[in-house]
């Protein structure tokens, strides 16, 4: 079974940082692609940044500059540094894979979103 672990939440003043990591557990093909959202009370969860199976990066625009997503292929770990965090990045933040699974019933490939249960970051003073 795989899963998703999220650690490195925690409290934190404005313009500190925080790095958080998503370890994923389990049997897998491979990656197609990894990456962090994140949900405030009473709104939908929104992207923060991913990073594909070949490297290729996207953020979204309020965290350019500041956050930065890497992912280590050896033990299939995603990180998050979040710097000069500011209060409205206040929120849980989720690990979201998109993964290649193996069926061996069936003798294919297949691909399954899968999500972390997601870790707290508060920035406030």
């Known amino acids: 079974q795989v899963q998703l672990a999220e650690s490195g939440g925690g409290t934190v003043q404005p313009g500190g940082s925080l790095r958080l990591s998503c370890d994923i557990s389990?049997?897998?093909?491979?990656?197609?692609?990894t990456g962090w959202y994140r949900q405030t009370p009473g709104n939908e969860r929104e992207l923060v940044a991913t990073?594909?199976?070949?490297?290729?990066?996207n953020y979204a625009d309020s965290v350019k500059g500041r956050f930065t997503i890497s992912r280590d292929n050896a033990d299939n770990t995603t990180y998050l540094q979040m710097n000069d965090l500011k209060p409205e990045a206040t929120a849980v933040y989720y690990c979201?894979?998109?993964?290649?699974?193996?069926?061996?019933?069936?003798?294919?490939?297949?691909?399954?979103?899968?999500w972390g249960e997601g870790t707290l970051v508060t920035v406030s003073s």
């Open positions: 389990g049997v897998i093909l491979s990656i197609n692609s």
């Open positions: 990073i594909n199976g070949g490297g290729g990066i």
């Open positions: 979201f894979g998109d993964l290649k699974r193996w069926d061996g019933g069936m003798g294919w490939a297949y691909n399954m979103d899968y």
